[in-house]
Protein backbone atom coordinates (compact mmCIF):
# COMPACT_ATOMS: atom_id res chain seq x y z
CA UNK A 1 0.00 0.00 0.00
CA UNK A 2 0.94 3.57 -0.62
CA UNK A 3 1.66 5.12 2.42
CA UNK A 4 3.49 8.59 3.43
CA UNK A 5 4.55 8.93 6.94
CA UNK A 6 5.79 12.06 8.32
CA UNK A 7 7.35 12.87 12.00
CA UNK A 8 7.51 14.55 13.93
CA UNK A 9 3.37 15.12 14.15
CA UNK A 10 4.67 18.13 15.69
CA UNK A 11 7.46 20.48 16.88
CA UNK A 12 8.38 23.87 18.64
CA UNK A 13 11.58 25.49 18.32
CA UNK A 14 12.90 28.53 19.40
CA UNK A 15 13.41 31.47 16.79
CA UNK A 16 16.79 31.43 15.49
CA UNK A 17 17.09 27.69 15.74
CA UNK A 18 17.41 24.99 13.44
CA UNK A 19 15.19 21.70 12.31
CA UNK A 20 14.62 18.81 10.58
CA UNK A 21 11.32 17.53 9.67
CA UNK A 22 11.09 13.54 8.40
CA UNK A 23 9.29 12.42 5.70
CA UNK A 24 9.19 8.12 4.59
CA UNK A 25 7.17 6.92 1.91
CA UNK A 26 6.52 3.34 0.22
CA UNK A 27 4.90 5.01 -2.98
CA UNK A 28 5.82 2.79 -5.85
CA UNK A 29 6.94 3.44 -8.44
CA UNK A 30 8.22 6.80 -7.44
CA UNK A 31 8.20 10.07 -9.64
CA UNK A 32 9.06 12.88 -7.28
CA UNK A 33 8.55 14.30 -3.77
CA UNK A 34 7.31 17.56 -2.41
CA UNK A 35 7.18 19.80 0.18
CA UNK A 36 4.61 21.85 1.06
CA UNK A 37 3.89 24.40 3.61
CA UNK A 38 0.33 25.01 5.06
CA UNK A 39 -0.07 28.31 7.08
CA UNK A 40 -2.97 28.39 9.36
CA UNK A 41 -6.24 28.66 7.57
CA UNK A 42 -4.50 28.48 4.02
CA UNK A 43 -3.66 26.37 1.42
CA UNK A 44 -0.53 24.42 0.81
CA UNK A 45 2.01 25.74 -1.06
CA UNK A 46 4.91 23.83 -2.53
CA UNK A 47 8.16 24.72 -1.52
CA UNK A 48 10.13 22.00 -2.70
CA UNK A 49 10.00 19.26 -5.32
CA UNK A 50 12.94 16.44 -5.95
CA UNK A 51 12.95 13.51 -8.22
CA UNK A 52 14.65 10.28 -8.22
CA UNK A 53 18.25 11.57 -9.35
CA UNK A 54 18.03 14.60 -7.25
CA UNK A 55 19.23 13.99 -3.88
CA UNK A 56 19.17 17.98 -2.46
CA UNK A 57 17.61 20.74 -3.40
CA UNK A 58 16.98 24.45 -1.38
CA UNK A 59 14.82 27.06 -1.43
CA UNK A 60 15.96 29.74 0.84
CA UNK A 61 16.22 28.44 4.62
CA UNK A 62 14.99 25.65 3.31
CA UNK A 63 16.67 22.34 2.07
CA UNK A 64 15.00 19.21 1.04
CA UNK A 65 16.81 16.15 1.19
CA UNK A 66 15.87 12.92 -0.94
CA UNK A 67 17.43 8.81 -0.30
CA UNK A 68 15.38 6.80 -3.12
CA UNK A 69 16.96 4.03 -1.79
CA UNK A 70 15.75 4.13 1.30
CA UNK A 71 12.71 6.42 0.41
CA UNK A 72 13.43 8.94 3.11
CA UNK A 73 13.59 12.37 3.01
CA UNK A 74 14.37 15.61 5.02
CA UNK A 75 13.43 19.24 5.27
CA UNK A 76 15.84 21.30 6.99
CA UNK A 77 14.84 24.71 8.15
CA UNK A 78 17.86 27.21 9.05
CA UNK A 79 17.44 29.94 11.40
CA UNK A 80 14.04 29.78 11.81
CA UNK A 81 11.85 32.55 12.05
CA UNK A 82 8.24 32.81 13.44
CA UNK A 83 6.74 33.28 9.99
CA UNK A 84 8.31 29.53 9.39
CA UNK A 85 5.36 28.46 11.90
CA UNK A 86 2.88 26.32 10.04
CA UNK A 87 2.32 22.68 8.93
CA UNK A 88 4.94 20.74 6.42
CA UNK A 89 3.34 18.36 4.02
CA UNK A 90 5.66 15.79 1.82
CA UNK A 91 3.92 14.73 -0.87
CA UNK A 92 4.93 11.88 -3.37
CA UNK A 93 3.88 11.52 -6.67
CA UNK A 94 3.61 7.81 -8.39
CA UNK A 95 4.30 7.49 -12.24
CA UNK A 96 2.07 4.67 -12.32
CA UNK A 97 -1.19 7.41 -12.64
CA UNK A 98 -1.38 9.85 -15.91
CA UNK A 99 -3.46 12.00 -13.53
CA UNK A 100 -0.12 12.65 -11.28
CA UNK A 101 -1.72 10.96 -8.46
CA UNK A 102 -0.88 12.52 -4.66
CA UNK A 103 0.31 11.00 -1.82
CA UNK A 104 -0.02 13.03 1.07
CA UNK A 105 1.30 12.78 4.93
CA UNK A 106 -0.45 14.05 7.53
CA UNK A 107 2.00 16.84 7.99
CA UNK A 108 4.03 18.29 10.72
CA UNK A 109 3.03 21.28 13.12
CA UNK A 110 5.91 23.42 13.10
CA UNK A 111 5.89 26.20 16.31
CA UNK A 112 8.68 29.18 16.25
CA UNK A 113 8.51 30.76 19.68
CA UNK A 114 10.30 33.82 20.29
CA UNK B 1 -4.18 37.34 -10.97
CA UNK B 2 -5.86 35.66 -8.42
CA UNK B 3 -5.31 32.02 -8.75
CA UNK B 4 -7.56 30.13 -7.17
CA UNK B 5 -10.43 31.67 -5.54
CA UNK B 6 -12.76 29.39 -3.31
CA UNK B 7 -16.23 30.62 -1.95
CA UNK B 8 -17.51 30.56 0.41
CA UNK B 9 -15.11 31.06 3.02
CA UNK B 10 -17.12 28.74 5.75
CA UNK B 11 -20.63 27.49 5.76
CA UNK B 12 -22.79 26.10 8.60
CA UNK B 13 -25.46 23.92 6.64
CA UNK B 14 -27.91 21.55 8.25
CA UNK B 15 -27.56 18.21 7.26
CA UNK B 16 -29.96 17.19 4.02
CA UNK B 17 -29.24 20.19 2.54
CA UNK B 18 -27.54 20.79 -0.92
CA UNK B 19 -24.29 22.18 -0.84
CA UNK B 20 -22.36 23.74 -3.92
CA UNK B 21 -18.45 24.53 -3.26
CA UNK B 22 -17.51 26.99 -5.84
CA UNK B 23 -14.10 27.20 -7.39
CA UNK B 24 -12.36 29.68 -9.81
CA UNK B 25 -8.64 29.50 -11.23
CA UNK B 26 -7.74 32.45 -14.11
CA UNK B 27 -3.98 30.46 -14.67
CA UNK B 28 -5.73 28.18 -17.62
CA UNK B 29 -4.51 25.21 -16.03
CA UNK B 30 -6.12 21.99 -17.71
CA UNK B 31 -6.09 20.21 -14.45
CA UNK B 32 -8.25 20.49 -11.22
CA UNK B 33 -9.10 18.74 -8.17
CA UNK B 34 -11.14 18.61 -4.80
CA UNK B 35 -9.82 17.83 -1.66
CA UNK B 36 -10.70 17.26 2.04
CA UNK B 37 -8.51 17.74 4.84
CA UNK B 38 -9.90 16.65 7.92
CA UNK B 39 -7.46 16.60 11.34
CA UNK B 40 -4.63 14.30 11.90
CA UNK B 41 -5.38 12.87 8.02
CA UNK B 42 -3.63 13.88 5.34
CA UNK B 43 -5.37 15.34 2.30
CA UNK B 44 -7.77 13.03 0.53
CA UNK B 45 -8.53 13.60 -3.20
CA UNK B 46 -12.40 13.74 -3.72
CA UNK B 47 -12.93 14.36 -7.74
CA UNK B 48 -10.54 15.70 -10.32
CA UNK B 49 -10.96 16.57 -14.16
CA UNK B 50 -7.86 16.29 -16.24
CA UNK B 51 -9.18 18.54 -18.75
CA UNK B 52 -12.71 20.73 -19.40
CA UNK B 53 -15.87 18.28 -20.06
CA UNK B 54 -13.97 15.63 -18.48
CA UNK B 55 -14.22 14.65 -14.39
CA UNK B 56 -12.88 11.24 -12.42
CA UNK B 57 -13.36 10.07 -8.73
CA UNK B 58 -10.17 10.16 -6.68
CA UNK B 59 -10.35 8.81 -3.27
CA UNK B 60 -13.20 9.64 -1.36
CA UNK B 61 -15.55 10.44 -4.35
CA UNK B 62 -18.98 8.94 -2.15
CA UNK B 63 -21.34 11.97 -1.45
CA UNK B 64 -19.79 14.30 -4.01
CA UNK B 65 -20.58 15.41 -7.84
CA UNK B 66 -18.70 17.79 -9.95
CA UNK B 67 -18.88 19.40 -12.72
CA UNK B 68 -16.35 20.78 -15.47
CA UNK B 69 -18.33 23.09 -18.15
CA UNK B 70 -14.93 25.38 -18.95
CA UNK B 71 -11.49 25.71 -17.95
CA UNK B 72 -11.62 28.16 -15.23
CA UNK B 73 -14.40 26.98 -13.02
CA UNK B 74 -14.90 23.57 -10.87
CA UNK B 75 -17.76 23.31 -8.87
CA UNK B 76 -18.01 20.49 -5.97
CA UNK B 77 -21.84 19.55 -4.66
CA UNK B 78 -23.03 17.66 -2.21
CA UNK B 79 -26.43 16.62 -2.91
CA UNK B 80 -27.37 15.96 0.90
CA UNK B 81 -25.05 17.14 3.15
CA UNK B 82 -24.01 14.30 6.69
CA UNK B 83 -21.96 15.12 9.23
CA UNK B 84 -19.38 12.87 8.13
CA UNK B 85 -18.72 15.79 5.39
CA UNK B 86 -17.63 18.55 7.99
CA UNK B 87 -14.23 19.07 6.82
CA UNK B 88 -11.97 22.35 4.80
CA UNK B 89 -12.45 21.34 1.26
CA UNK B 90 -9.64 22.31 -0.67
CA UNK B 91 -9.49 23.06 -4.34
CA UNK B 92 -6.13 22.67 -6.93
CA UNK B 93 -5.41 23.15 -9.99
CA UNK B 94 -1.92 22.10 -12.34
CA UNK B 95 -0.84 23.07 -15.70
CA UNK B 96 -1.20 19.65 -17.38
CA UNK B 97 -2.08 16.79 -14.40
CA UNK B 98 0.91 14.66 -14.84
CA UNK B 99 3.31 13.76 -12.48
CA UNK B 100 5.68 16.47 -12.78
CA UNK B 101 3.32 19.18 -12.15
CA UNK B 102 2.85 21.49 -9.11
CA UNK B 103 -0.16 21.44 -7.88
CA UNK B 104 -1.67 25.38 -6.74
CA UNK B 105 -3.88 25.31 -4.07
CA UNK B 106 -6.92 27.54 -3.28
CA UNK B 107 -7.65 29.07 0.22
CA UNK B 108 -10.40 26.58 1.32
CA UNK B 109 -13.54 26.23 2.44
CA UNK B 110 -14.56 25.57 6.26
CA UNK B 111 -17.83 23.48 6.04
CA UNK B 112 -19.83 22.72 8.98
CA UNK B 113 -22.46 19.94 8.73
CA UNK B 114 -25.00 19.72 11.83
Same mark, same amino acid.
Not at chain 1, 74 to 78: A, D, E, F, K, P
Not at chain 1, 90 to 99: A, E, K
Given at each position: ?? $???Q?? /? *?L????? %??C?? /?C???V?P????RW =?? /??T?????SL?????????K *?????TA???A?? %? $?S?????A? /??S? *?A? =?I??????? *???G????GRG? $???V?? | @??? @??Q??TS?I?AAG????? #???Q?? #???A??W?R?D?GL??R? @????????T??????P??? +??S #??? &????P?T?? +?A?? +?? &? +?V???ASS???????????G?? &?R? &???
Open positions: KN $QVESP /Q *SIILEG %KNTL /QNYTSFSNL =YK /QDGRGPVTIMTFSENT *SNGRYTLDDT %K $QSLHITS /QLD *SS =YCVVSDRG *STLRLYFT $QLTWP | @IAG @ITAPQLRRMTL #RCTDM #RHNMYYQLGLL @IHYSNTAGTGKGEVDGY +SV #RAN &TDDFLLA +SVP +SQ &T +SYFCARGDTADTQYFPG &TL &TVL
